[in-house]
């Protein structure tokens, strides 16, 4: 069974970036699809961006064009690089990892704000 730790999340101005990382352990990530969710305050929890096992991504309408995921399976790692964050991009943001079953982790907080 996989365990999963989100980090790098904090505080950043609109605009900024940050860049969070999501380590695994427990079991080779490689063999798992990985995604990031979300979840603002009184809202659902939202897909964000998810990377197949060999390396395809998808996006949200909403991030396109300024997140980037991606993996390094050598480092058992996924990360989400986040540029031109806005207000709107405030959550606590997840990384689930599936493989039959759907693992997750506990989140880290982004809160974009000047």
């Known amino acids: 069974q996989v365990q999963l730790v989100e980090s790098g999340g904090g505080l950043v101005q609109p605009g900024g970036s940050l860049r969070l990382s999501c380590a695994a352990s427990?079991?080779?990530?490689?063999?798992?699809?990985m995604a990031w969710y979300r979840q603002a305050p009184g809202n659902q929890r939202e897909l964000v961006a998810v990377i197949s096992t060999g390396g395809t991504t998808n996006y949200a309408d909403s991030v396109k064009g300024r997140f980037t995921i991606s993996r390094d399976n050598a480092k058992n790692t996924v990360y989400l690089q986040m540029n031109s964050l806005k207000p709107e991009d405030t959550a606590v943001y997840y990384c689930?990892?599936?493989?039959?079953?759907?693992?997750w982790g506990q989140g880290t907080q982004v809160t974009v704000s000047s």
């Open positions: 689930k990892a599936k493989l039959g079953f759907d693992y």
């Open positions: 427990g079991s080779t990530l490689s063999l798992y699809i």
